[in-house]
C-alpha cells in the first residue's frame, strides 16, 4: 500500500452548491487503521442546513469554554469540505491490536472515500457478520443520538440507578414526533422497552412507514388529542407521560407539551434553526407543570456519565438493529445513491423535495 493516497469529499462549496473536495492523506502510523469507505449515511435535519445557508455556525462562533454562541463571528465559512457522520468501512490496512484487514467497521468521519482512524481516539465499532453492513451507518452516530434520548428518560424517572436502557418506558404511554430517522429510531428503542407508544407525523407517506414497522402513527393533532383521551390516570391527571420530540418545528415542540400528563417531560432531540414562536410557554407547558430536556449526544444525563457514553450507546443501537434490522432496511433506507450522483441528488433534494428517510451515499 503506498504510504500517500488521494481522499475525496463531499462538501458545500458555497449556498446550494454540493461539491467535492479533494486533499492528501499521509502514512499509517502505529496504533492507527486505514479505512475504505463502503457507505455513509445523509443526516438531512444538520447537512440540509448547510445548503440551505441556515446552519448557526454560519453566523455565530461557539465559545466552548463559557457554552454560548458568539453572535457575529462566524466558525465555519463557504466553502464546508467536510459533511456527514455516518459512516461504514472496511479495513484496508491495520496497525492497531483490535481491527485486521478486511474488518468492516462503523465510523463517524464524513462522506470521505476514505478515512486514517485512531481507535483510541475515535469511535470505531466492528460490525457483526450477522448484520447487514449497510445498517453501520446508524451504529456510531444515529443510533446513540435516538438512544441518548431514551436514556434521558430513564435519568429523569430512576437518577443514577438506571440499570438498563428503557426501564422507565415498560408499560408506560409515551408519544414520539416526527417520523424521521432519529423519529423511528427513538421509537423503536421504546418500542423495544415495552412502551405503549403513538407516533406523531404529518406525513402519510411516513405514518405508512412507520405502521409498516409495527409502529401506531397518525398526525400530531390527533395524537395529542389521543394521549388525553386514551390515556387517563384518574382525575385530570391524562396525558404521555414522556414526549420525544425529534422535529424541529417549534409547533411540533408545543404539540409534544400538550401530549403529556401533569408534571410530564418532553425529551428534545431536535435541532432548531429557527426562533420558537409557536412553543406557547404560558399555556400547557405553565399550567400543567411540565418539563422539557434536551438530549443532545455529546451529552449523556450528568448522573449516569460514570456509567454510559457514546461507545455504550453504540452496543445498545447494535442489539437494536439485531432486532429490526430486516425491517429497517426495507422500510427506513429509501435511497441508495451513488455518491458520484451526491451533488446532483442534494440539488435535486432540496428543489424538489422528494419523499425520503434515510439516504444512504455508497462507495461501492
Known sequence: MPDYR?????GVEAPGRPYFFCYEEGPLAEGQVRLDALYSGFSAGTELTFLKDTNPYLRSRWDGERGV???????????????????????????ADSFVAADVVAASYGHKSGHTADPFQELVVG????????????????????????LHADAETFGPEVRRLGESLTDRPIVVFGGGTVGLLTALFAQAAGAEIVLAEPSAWRRDKAEALGLTAMTEAHAWQHAKARWHHGGQDRGAD?????????????DALRALR?????????FYQGAADRTRLGEEFHHNGLSLRCAQVGRVPRE?????DRR?????TLVLLERYGQAICREMITQIVPVDDAPSFLSHLVSERPEFLQIVFSFE
Open 69 to 95: 454562541f458568539v453572535d457575529g463571528e462566524p466558525s465555519v465559512r463557504f466553502p464546508v469540505p467536510f459533511l456527514g457522520y455516518m459512516e461504514v468501512a472496511r479495513v484496508a490496512d491495520s496497525r
Open 127 to 150: 460490525m457483526p457478520n450477522g448484520i447487514h453492513p449497510i445498517l453501520g451507518i446508524f451504529v456510531a452516530q444515529m443510533g446513540p443520538i435516538a438512544a441518548n434520548g431514551i
Open 6 to 10: 488521494t481522499i475525496r469529499s463531499l
Open 304 to 308: 449516569l456519565a460514570h456509567r454510559w
Open 262 to 270: 401533569p408534571q410530564g417531560t418532553v425529551i428534545d432531540l431536535a
Open 312 to 316: 455504550r450507546l453504540s452496543a445498545e
Open 242 to 254: 414522556f414526549a420525544f420530540q425529534t422535529r424541529a418545528r417549534s409547533e411540533s415542540l408545543h
